[in-house]
């Protein structure tokens, strides 16, 4: 577990299944055609997001869910983060209080392009 200037991080959830999301099955879906984005090199691991979010959609998940990945890209991002942002898209509205809610602006509400 990694230190802040304010002692240990928090707890990081491990119990969460990852699927990529299509970027098709996304613009067929009712909801606007839309997606909330991260720039991780701004995020702070507050977990203001998902803490504001109504759904409880938003989770900072333990790398350790994607070490095993077969990507390569996915096992470098493993070996180099703190945390995994992700937001669970079956449930996420795109109401983007999250995104009003980041203190640094590492959340962005940006198109689906696919």
């Not at 909330?36 to 702070?44: A, F, N, Q, V």
């Not at 070490?67 to 795109?94: G, M, N, P, Y």
């Amino acid at each position: 577990m990694g230190k802040t200037d304010r002692g240990e991080h928090p707890l990081i959830f491990d119990d969460y299944t990852v699927q990529q999301v299509d970027a098709q099955w996304l613009q067929e879906r009712v909801k606007p055609k839309r997606h909330i984005g991260l720039t991780p090199e701004l995020c702070i691991l507050c977990r203001a997001c998902e803490d504001v979010c109504p759904w409880e959609c938003i989770y900072m998940m333990s790398p350790d869910i994607i070490r095993d990945a077969d990507s390569a890209s996915l096992k470098t991002l493993a070996s180099q983060s703190h945390a995994v942002f992700i937001i669970d898209d079956t449930e996420c509205t795109r109401c983007a209080i999250c995104v009003e809610r980041c203190p640094t602006d590492a959340l962005w509400l940006g198109r689906v392009d696919g």
